[in-house]
């Protein structure tokens, strides 16, 4: 049987849990060969977890044959400007589910190409993501919910039914968003913060019930 080749875009702390990631989705039966990191500040040619670093940008670009590649970037823009940078037409996308994720009702969920779901991560039904989402560790994402593209929510989080997240939204660990709230795209949501009400494009809110900060994040 014919395996597909599969590299980890990033090869920091994330990078290294898809990694493992990846060798469960295997050891149930996922038909992938992971062949390695891509990363542009590491050294090509080191080992990190026993996998090699191939190389960075550059090297995805020239790739001659098809290659699936995981974006292993939280921090919304980054992701949304390393995917934008790939030209390559060899490189595809997959959705990865790990075996231990409830990805809900396969009728009526959508996922964008790019879209992560990792070990312990619940969904329930008619929920959309966009591609390139990251639902981390033990989130749960209720009924109707609506996630733009590029937008990473870290673990532990609660998003309550109906729900809608704009594009490149950072959803902090352990965050609750009450249900039928509306955050624009560009957001920020605090690790452990409860939003109770509408936000608007380009907010970062902290606390409980949260506020606006006026702060500036670059990153997480
Ligand atoms: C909310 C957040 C986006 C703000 O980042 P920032 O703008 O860089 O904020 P700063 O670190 O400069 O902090 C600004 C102030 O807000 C406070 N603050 C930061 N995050 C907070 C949070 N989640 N809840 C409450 N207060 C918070 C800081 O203590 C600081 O207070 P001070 O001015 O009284 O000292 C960020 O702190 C956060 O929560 N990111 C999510 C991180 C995460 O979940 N990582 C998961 C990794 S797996």
Redesign the pocket.
């Known amino acids: 049987m014919k395996l597909k080749k599969l590299a980890i875009y990033g090869a920091g702390g994330?990078g290294r849990e898809l990694a493992w990631m990846v060798k469960d989705i295997i050891e149930h039966g996922g038909k992938w060969e992971v062949i390695g990191f891509f990363d542009d500040g590491k050294e090509k040619d080191s080992f990190i977890d026993e996998l090699p670093v191939l190389g960075g940008l550059n090297e995805i670009n020239a790739s001659p044959a098809p290659l699936n590649l995981v974006i292993a970037i939280?921090d919304p823009p980054t992701k949304e400007k390393l995917v934008r940078d790939i030209v390559n037409t060899n490189i595809e996308f997959p959705v990865l589910i790990h075996p231990a994720c409830l990805a809900g009702d396969k009728k009526n969920n959508r996922f964008g190409r790019g879209t992560v779901l990792t070990a312990g991560v619940i969904l329930t039904t008619r929920i959309q993501m966009g591609e390139f989402v990251l639902i981390?560790l033990a989130s749960t994402i209720g009924h109707d919910v609506n996630i733009g593209k590029f937008s990473s929510v870290?673990?532990g989080c609660s998003i309550s039914g109906a729900v809608t997240l704009g594009e490149r939204c950072?959803?902090?660990?352990?965050?609750r968003i009450l249900q039928n709230i509306i955050i624009g795209e560009d957001s920020?949501?605090?690790?452990?913060?409860v939003v109770t009400r509408n936000f608007g494009s380009g907010s970062?809110?902290?606390?409980v019930p949260a506020v606006k900060?006026t702060?500036?994040?670059?990153g997480?």
């Not at 950072?170 to 965050?175: I, M, P």
């Open positions: 994330l939280s981390n870290m673990p950072l959803v902090g660990t352990g965050a920020k949501v605090g690790a452990g913060a970062t809110l902290i606390g900060t702060s500036h994040v670059e997480v």
